[in-house]
């Protein structure tokens, strides 16, 4: 069984700064890809930011120059630095998993960005 938990959500002004992180843990082989989604009220969840094995990185366009994905293999964790908040980031974010036996999601962490 694999356990994911995301901390650091809160409530920031816009233009401020917030740093997520999640943690993995169980039975985990090898870990592929670690991603961040987002889901605000009414809204689809969407991705927000991906990282692989290899560390390639890739974001929605929407973050862009905003938003840092980063990854501690050894640590299992996957961060998101999240720059020049706006209050269109305002979601619960959820980490999520991909290993070979399938993937994974967290509990999600709201963040909140006040105008």
């Known amino acids: 069984q694999v356990h994911l938990v995301e901390s650091g959500g809160g409530l920031v002004q816009a233009g401020g700064s917030l740093r997520l992180s999640c943690a993995a843990s169980?039975?985990?082989?090898?870990?592929?890809?670690m991603d961040w989604y987002r889901q605000a009220p009414g809204k689809q969840r969407e991705l927000v930011a991906t990282?692989?094995?290899?560390?390639?990185?890739n974001y929605a366009d929407s973050v862009k120059g905003r938003f840092t994905i980063s990854r501690d293999n050894a640590k299992r964790m996957v961060f998101l630095q999240m720059n020049s908040a706006k209050p269109e980031d305002t979601a619960v974010y959820y980490c999520?998993?991909?290993?070979?036996?399938?993937?994974?999601w967290g509990q999600g962490t709201q963040v909140t960005v006040s105008s």
């Open positions: 169980g039975s985990i082989s090898r870990i592929n890809a």
């Open positions: 999520r998993l991909s290993v070979p036996s399938g993937m994974y």
């Open positions: 990282i692989t094995s290899g560390g390639n990185t």
